[in-house]
């Protein structure tokens, strides 16, 4: 007997004959960079200013950036293929590679002691070597043109001349233009807000009091002329351009003025240069304490502060040598 033909199963749905709904693949989101959660904790734990995070973040983004791999998967190798691609394809000078480097040093001397990682891959990979810092001081015939300069092309003569007086007693351009009338006691200024918080107090020889009291007379005398008053908040540099007059001297207002008198004298001259001839003065000419010297200056790192100390030496020992031969005049 043939047996009946089986039929083909038929599938009900169970959605009551309708068709049943598309499902849809959720949408794949990129996870957040778990890296740059390390980078905030590491900024957190430092309590650093803004400018100074704005560097370590600046430094870190750009290694993230270079490579994909989580911070502990880095090999020593690609550090050191890092600094390559630093100093050959962005040409970065050797001065910039090293403080990107002391950034990825120091993240990961933090992630060392936190635990995160159990070797330091930024462990033997060396800094670029730089050329021996020099210190570049005024000579006094330079010091006595830019004063004399001053007197015959500068706007506000008053000004500039305590200005440059502020500068050649090592204070940064920075920290003269966010100087306040408080911050001047009449024999010395007080630094509040300074780079590496290099704060302090500078004496002033009697030159440069006498310079700076007779702009702080002239300010004065101009506040009451206008209807204005001076306090002990108002900026001790003031503006003389019609767009700012009267408002904090800005850096760029100050380098305007060193650009002056340099096309003036012919001398290389920056605000910066006050600084060099004040530490080396300091140590060459007044053969002060090196300690006591960094403190005046308000040096931090005596890295930065042998520039002095190694001129201090070369001329010491010209000095020894002319003795020695009877040359010494």
Excluded at 47 to 66: C, H, I, T, V
Excluded at 133 to 146: P, R, Y
Excluded at 288 to 295: G, Q, R, S, V, W
Excluded at 297 to 321: G, V
Aim: net charge positive.
């Amino acid at each position: 007997m043939k047996r009946p033909a089986i039929p083909d199963p038929v599938i009900v749905p169970l959605t009551g004959g309708k068709e049943a709904p598309k499902v849809h693949p959720a949408k794949v989101t990129a996870p957040a960079d778990l890296r740059q959660t390390k980078v905030d904790e590491f900024i957190a734990a430092r309590a650093l200013k803004p400018k100074s995070e704005q560097a370590y973040r600046r430094d870190l983004q750009g290694f993230m950036e270079w490579t994909q791999q989580a911070w502990a998967n880095v090999s020593r190798r690609q550090v050191a293929q890092f600094k390559q691609y630093l100093l050959q394809e962005r040409k970065l000078a050797p001065n910039s590679v090293n403080r990107i480097l002391r950034t990825l040093k120091t993240f990961y001397k933090w992630m060392l002691e936190s635990e995160y990682i159990s070797s330091d891959p930024t462990t033997g990979v060396k800094q670029e070597k730089v050329p021996e810092a020099q210190s570049k001081e005024l000579e006094e015939e330079e010091v006595e043109q830019i004063y004399a300069a001053i007197e015959e092309v500068s706007r506000d003569p008053v000004r500039d001349r305590a200005l440059f007086s502020v500068l050649l007693h090592g204070l940064r351009a920075e920290e003269a233009i966010n100087l306040n009338f408080e911050d001047y006691d009449g024999q010395q200024v007080v630094i509040r807000e300074a780079k590496h918080d290099s704060v302090g107090e500078v004496p002033l020889t009697r030159q440069a009091r006498e310079d700076l009291n007779a702009y702080v007379q002239q300010r004065q005398i101009q506040a009451e002329s206008t209807g204005q008053k001076v306090t002990d908040e108002s900026p001790l540099f003031v503006s003389n351009s019609n767009r700012s007059r009267g408002q904090r001297l800005t850096y760029w207002g100050v380098q305007e003025v060193m650009s002056q008198l340099a096309e003036h004298t012919g001398i290389d001259l920056h605000a910066h240069r006050g600084r060099h001839t004040f530490c080396t003065n300091l140590i060459v000419k007044l053969e002060m304490d090196t300690a006591l010297a960094m403190e005046l200056s308000r040096h931090r790192d005596i890295r930065s502060f042998k520039r002095y100390t190694n001129r201090k030496n070369k001329l010491a020992a010209k000095r020894a040598f002319l003795k020695a031969t009877n040359q010494l005049e």
